[in-house]
């Protein structure tokens, strides 16, 4: 084989190397599925849901939370205020609480966080994939991947790795999500967290202590 030839044989084929390795890191890369932050609603996304609950349905105070994964205060009153609040009133009997996702357009990742947390439901685990997402935030809130951190964060709750990609790549919360986002608005909220409580907006962080104070002051006038 004459030597032009071989060597445009030899660019063709580092050209076609070069080319299938930039297919397989766009691949890889675009692994990490993203929601719009707008999406069509559908009866079926809202049917018999009304956030994720914990605590006795016949507890004197409902608390809804509406907050954002990704939002830094969001995390502070989950990991720090959270315990409190579930150790001392709901698993007393004392509140129903309720989360509603109010992802943040300024947020990359809020949304997909959510869905984790929904995919988790699927399999029992919501309130542990929930603690979870918050303890790693700072490993995906600014990352390029996060779907990555969701998936190690997945198995460290004991998720089934192939039915959580599966519900992942569906997409099929994302209508819930939205709808819940909607829902907030209705009702006045803003930022993140806010708190429902006794039918009043509290937008912020609430301590366990001023959240306790206006659980006592409800459970008095509601005996």
């Known amino acids: 084989m004459a030597e032009p030839v071989r060597r445009f044989y030899a660019i063709f084929a580092i050209v076609a190397a070069v080319g299938i390795g930039l297919l397989l890191w766009q691949m890889n890369r675009s692994s990490t599925p993203s929601i719009p932050a707008q999406v069509a609603v559908q009866p079926a996304d809202t049917a018999g ?9 016949s507890a004197a105070v409902e608390i809804v939370e509406y907050a954002d994964y990704q939002c830094p205060a969001c995390q502070q009153f989950a990991t720090v205020e959270w315990p409190y609040v579930r150790d001392r009133l709901v698993k007393t009997g004392r509140v129903r609480w309720v989360y509603r996702d109010f992802p943040l357009t300024q947020h990359q990742w809020a949304r997909l966080a959510a869905h984790a947390a929904a995919c988790a ?8 994939m929930q603690e979870q997402l918050f303890a790693s935030h700072s490993e995906w809130a600014m990352s390029r991947d996060a779907g990555k951190v969701f998936r190690e964060d997945a198995q460290k709750v004991g998720l089934d790795p192939g039915a959580y990609e599966e519900c992942m790549k569906s997409l099929k919360y994302a209508g819930r999500i939205q709808a819940s986002a909607a829902e907030g608005v209705r009702v006045g909220v803003g930022s993140t967290p806010s708190f429902v409580i006794g039918g009043r907006l509290y937008p912020g962080l609430l301590p366990y202590d001023r959240i306790r104070k206006l659980v006592d002051s409800l459970s008095a006038a509601n005996p």
Not at 49 to 57: A, C, E, Q, T
Not at 121 to 128: F, G, I, L, M, T
């Open 121 to 128: 439901q699927d399999q029992n685990r919501y309130w542990e």
């Open 49 to 57: 849901f009304r956030g994720y609950v914990l605590g006795d349905d």
